[in-house]
């Protein structure tokens, strides 16, 4: 009780200042690398936080099994799994119902914003690797993945950033630590949006949410959303503009 107690009366947010020093709507520090990998179509590297993230994308290529296939565009396989050493407490190698239900999430908010129609009878496959855990790797790994796709070549209408935005402590805000989403009132809500459309292709939530704090709590996933956009861009033109100049 008295352990609990304590709980309750931790301060997430201070004179404007979360636990690591960051404001409410700051982001951790974020850094994107293009092309990581020789033998991929298309890959990238996403240091978010304590969160190292690898994808890489293969293809378009020929679906098989030939039964999964689709005569009127590629089928996109998104592939989310966490490295047995990338918590502190060893996780079981292999894929587990959360990696499977991430892939599923993480490929609808991705293939919403591809031409998977110039493609047919193909397929795309997109691997993320979860190198380093911390929170919002969900959101690491559709940032990478977005970029590894844009560097493989697929048309698309626009990249895809993810963020999460949250409640701990009574205040609303974005890209929440560890600690924060262990906050007794935690709210967590990973957003997957497309800066250059305005569309959302992902909104999930983890705990009860009030009315009053909907607004607020989207406008802010908008606004980092449009952040991690900007480190996107800046990585795939820091590669290619490179390869120009040379």
């Given at each position: 009780?008295?352990?609990?107690k304590?709980?309750?009366?931790?301060?997430?947010?201070d004179k404007g200042?979360?636990?690591?020093g960051?404001?409410t709507?700051?982001l951790?520090?974020?850094?994107?690398?293009v092309?990581v990998i020789?033998q991929?179509?298309?890959s990238?590297?996403v240091?978010?936080?304590k969160?190292?993230?690898?994808?890489?994308v293969y293809?378009?290529?020929e679906c098989l099994?030939?039964?999964?296939q689709?005569?009127?565009?590629?089928?996109l396989r998104?592939k989310?799994?966490m490295a047995p050493?990338s918590v502190s407490?060893?996780?079981?190698?292999?894929?587990s119902?959360?990696?499977?239900?991430?892939s599923k999430?993480?490929?609808?908010a991705l293939?919403?914003t591809?031409?998977?129609?110039?493609f047919?009878?193909?397929?795309?496959?997109?691997f993320v690797e979860i190198?380093q855990?911390d929170?919002?790797?969900r959101?690491a790994?559709?940032?990478a993945?977005?970029?590894?796709l844009?560097?493989?070549?697929?048309?698309?209408?626009g990249?895809v950033s993810?963020c999460a935005?949250?409640?701990?402590?009574?205040?609303?805000i974005?890209?929440m630590t560890?600690?924060?989403?262990?906050?007794p009132?935690?709210?967590?809500?990973?957003v997957a949006?497309?800066?250059?459309?305005?569309e959302?292709?992902?909104?999930?939530?983890d705990?009860?949410?009030?009315?009053k704090d909907?607004?607020e709590?989207?406008e802010?996933?908008?606004?980092?959303?449009?952040m991690?956009?900007?480190?996107?861009?800046?990585a795939?033109?820091?590669k290619?503009e490179?390869?120009v100049?040379?």
């Amino acid at each position: 009780m008295i352990l609990g107690k304590k709980n309750q009366e931790k301060k997430y947010v201070d004179k404007g200042k979360r636990l690591d020093g960051r404001k409410t709507d700051e982001l951790r520090q974020i850094d994107i690398e293009v092309g990581v990998i020789d033998q991929a179509d298309g890959s990238a590297f996403v240091q978010w936080g304590k969160n190292k993230v690898y994808a890489a994308v293969y293809g378009p290529k020929e679906c098989l099994p030939r039964h999964t296939q689709n005569p009127l565009k590629a089928v996109l396989r998104y592939k989310y799994n966490m490295a047995p050493f990338s918590v502190s407490d060893r996780i079981r190698p292999g894929y587990s119902r959360r990696s499977v239900e991430i892939s599923k999430v993480s490929r609808l908010a991705l293939e919403k914003t591809l031409v998977l129609e110039d493609f047919p009878k193909t397929a795309i496959d997109v691997f993320v690797e979860i190198i380093q855990a911390d929170a919002g790797s969900r959101a690491a790994g559709i940032t990478a993945a977005s970029v590894a796709l844009a560097d493989a070549g697929i048309p698309m209408t626009g990249l895809v950033s993810a963020c999460a935005v949250g409640k701990a402590g009574g205040h609303i805000i974005l890209d929440m630590t560890k600690e924060e989403e262990d906050a007794p009132d935690a709210i967590d809500l990973p957003v997957a949006y497309v800066p250059e459309t305005g569309e959302f292709t992902l909104v999930q939530m983890d705990g009860e949410l009030q009315r009053k704090d909907w607004d607020e709590l989207i406008e802010l996933a908008v606004k980092g959303c449009e952040m991690v956009g900007e480190k996107q861009r800046l990585a795939l033109k820091k590669k290619y503009e490179g390869e120009v100049n040379e």
